[in-house]
């Protein structure tokens, strides 16, 4: 058989629907490429013609599994437009926020959509009969995430407090009291949940790449900083938008996006490459002890940077928690003039960088939209890191191919709602 | 032999159409109150759970979120239609139309434009409920659905229970829980005309309900809307309106009541 075509209509366990097609001819492998599978919502040209106020309410809206990071960048942004400085307090509140929803949705990805794969368990119903006492951890740990979610935003699925210029309510002292009294107990289940993860053997993949993310100093930045790549160029949020190139394929629906005509890669894999001197003493431990070397090109590595990361959050909400708490807001939001203008905003979604830019005219309308998503900008650096995968796993029998194929789609985390938002 | 043994499973699929996937999340952020259901629901088709060969011919329960925007939504929608004794839509996008369908009320052409280079093959089609596709035996709204009621429904449906979702407004919930009344404030907060049954979450983090669970069925939309307007432009509740996909809801029980 000289061409080999591969296809696999529908990639389950991962957010929003794709499917793969790859061509190979003697070996080569000529094609190899990921393909959305969801309609066209155009939120950017919905949000065009509405209140400014409104994008913090439809932007979450792109994405069940990260909706705060698309309120809170869209907060941010708009801010940047009409010119809006908010205190640290509030600063503080977003992360912890933040940090929230990097727990419940990395402990989903990495427990229940990517574990599987090394398991070969196929339905996770199995996972949870054989795995019932992990299944009950990775299930608390989400919920410590989605409760301090709760306790700054309302709500974990569309959060609905955070609004431009602040909050619509500030949250309860005790609340967030009883959450840090909580989370000795949420930092044991991260690592113990993040343990599992190092002690996996992972596919012996590389392919270098650029690492792009935010980077700020002393901190793990997923909130501000500036763009960084890792062959050492550094950005402002509005550079990066205007030195990236988005494109269409004349048969897609969704915006790729590509710097220097090169792909590039985001996300927990690219944020650990970049910033891991900064990470909360546990995760810095648990990173030592899966003896993966930094900066990694193996992209099965983002699993185990997403495990880090989990246990990261949980110490930034122990610490920005009490920062808080010494110093909480006087104000629920800050008072402005509205004045129109152009703004841009860059945070770390769990997935990787996320840029929302609008431009507001001076009659509180939305005149433009711009909203790059993580998985837009690496599902090209998927594809590339799939063609080379293909023809290394050449030998192997088709259906252990296909599996193989399956297993590293997901350990990007590709989220296919945001792409095409 | 227990109960649960000899007591078949009722064969359920969880899919979802173009949406944000949230009411997936929503049911999975019920941890181990939604485990619990696979006591007596077998998931046969919930592809953020599990690969399947080939999928099964039949299910006694299809919970389908989203809305059908592609031509392969709305082929998936009759055909799982077609296996299932029981469609139940969940979330907004379903069940109205949700945020997607602000499509309708804009120049979609140019709105398609302005996103997308190439458009000639892209379905840009106008949104609807599902409703008005297909027979749809149950709705449960909400952007997104509360957790604690869809978690009791399953539970009522499985015992072949489907209770109305109470006609109460928002407000019924907001005095309840002694949250503060934006109306009073001014907000164009839309909790009087709006089907409750959310705790008025909103109202909690502060914000105004925008009526993402639908308007109530009796209820005096042309009154409240005159209210509104005393405090805010028509154009900004005209955009109200639009957000969840409850203008045309509102357009067709107006003009029943004619």
């Given at each position: ?20 097609i ?9 094609k ?54 908010v ?31 090394f ?37 974990a ?87 990236v190139d ?34 909360y ?34 110490e930034?909400?122990?610490?920005l ?25 860059a ?24 909203i ?50 | ?32 109150e ?41 082929e ?40 997308y280079?190439y458009?000639?093959?892209?379905n ?42 109470p ?13 503060k ?10 909790g ?48 109200l309106?639009e ?16």
């Open positions: 058989m000289a061409i080999q075509h591969i296809q696999i209509d529908h990639v389950a366990k991962i957010e929003g629907h794709a499917g793969f790859a061509d190979i001819v003697k070996g080569d492998v000529k190899a490429q990921m393909q959305t599978k969801v309609g066209a919502r155009l939120i950017e040209g919905l949000i065009v013609g509405r209140h400014y106020t409104e994008p913090a309410t439809i932007t979450p809206r792109i994405c069940g599994i990260c909706p705060v990071i698309h309120n809170l960048t869209s907060v941010k942004a708009m801010e940047d437009a009409l010119g809006i400085e205190p640290e307090e509030f600063k503080v509140l977003r992360k912890i926020m933040l940090a929230g929803q990097q727990i419940q949705s990395h402990a989903l990805h990495l427990f229940f959509l990517s574990l599987p794969d398991l070969h368990i196929k339905n996770d119903i199995n996972l949870v009969k054989s795995y019932e006492k992990e299944t009950k951890k990775a299930i608390l740990l989400r919920d410590f995430g989605n409760r301090t979610i709760e306790a700054i935003g309302a709500r699925v569309h959060p609905i407090s955070s609004k431009v210029g602040g909050f619509k309510r500030l949250p309860d002292k005790y609340e967030l009291k009883r959450l840090l009294d909580e989370a000795p107990r949420a930092l044991k289940l991260a690592k113990h949940l993040a343990n599992i993860f190092n002690d996996l053997s992972y596919p012996n993949f590389t392919r270098e790449t650029e690492f792009i993310a935010l980077q700020k100093e002393g901190e793990y930045p997923i909130y501000e900083g500036d763009l960084v790549t890792s062959s050492g160029k550094k950005f402002t949020a509005r550079e990066f938008a205007d030195e988005e494109f269409q394929n004349p048969d897609e629906l969704i915006n790729r996006v590509k710097l220097d005509g090169q792909t590039f890669m985001v996300g927990a894999i690219s944020r650990l490459n970049l910033n891991h001197q900064n990470l003493p546990e995760a810095q431990k648990i990173l030592k002890e899966s003896q993966v070397q930094l900066p990694t090109y193996n992209s099965f590595h983002n699993i185990i940077a997403q495990a880090v990361e989990m246990v990261h959050a949980v930034e909400i122990m610490t928690g009490q920062v808080y708490l010494n110093n909480p807001a006087k104000e629920r939001k800050v008072k402005y003039k509205f004045k129109g203008g152009d703004g841009i905003a945070c770390e979604a769990p997935r990787g960088l996320l840029v929302h830019n609008y431009e507001v005219g001076d009659d509180e309308y939305v005149k433009n939209c711009r790059m998503t993580p998985t837009a900008m690496f599902l090209t650096n998927l594809d590339e890191d799939l063609k080379q995968y293909l023809g290394e796993l050449y030998e192997k029998r088709s259906k252990q191919r296909e599996d193989k194929v399956r297993m590293l789609i997901r350990a990007y985390d590709p989220c296919i709602t945001c792409a095409t938002h | 032999m227990s109960n649960t043994k000899t007591k078949k499973k009722l064969k359920v699929a969880i899919v979802a159409l173009t949406s944000c996937e949230g009411e997936q999340f929503v049911m999975f952020d019920q941890g181990e939604f485990l619990k259901l696979t006591e007596f629901l077998e998931l046969s088709e919930f592809k953020l759970f599990e690969e399947v060969e080939a999928e099964p011919r039949y299910f006694d329960i299809a919970f389908v979120e989203g809305g059908p925007l592609s031509k392969e939504d709305l998936r929608l009759k055909e799982i239609r077609g296996k299932s004794k029981l469609l139940i839509a969940i979330g907004s996008c379903a069940v109205l139309g949700g945020i997607p369908e602000m499509k309708n009320y804009v120049n979609k052409d140019e709105k398609i434009k302005y996103v280079q458009t000639k093959h892209i840009n089609v106008e949104v609807k409920p599902l409703r008005e596709i297909v027979k749809v035996d149950y709705e449960i709204p909400g952007c997104p659905m509360d957790g604690k009621e869809f978690l009791r429904i399953v539970k009522a449906v499985r015992k072949g229970v489907f209770n109305k979702i006609e109460r407004p928002v407000c019924f919930e907001c005095q309840t829980n002694n949250y009344c934006l109306l009073l404030d001014g907000k164009p907060c839309l009087p005309i709006t089907k409750g049954g959310c705790d008025a979450v909103c109202l909690y983090g502060g914000y105004q309900c925008e009526g993402c669970r639908g308007p109530l069925d009796n209820v005096n939309l042309e009154n409240h809307q005159k209210l509104l307007l005393k405090n805010i432009s028509k154009r900004h509740l005209s955009h309106l957000l969840y996909g409850i203008k045309d809801d509102i357009l067709e029980n107006q003009r029943k009541e004619k």
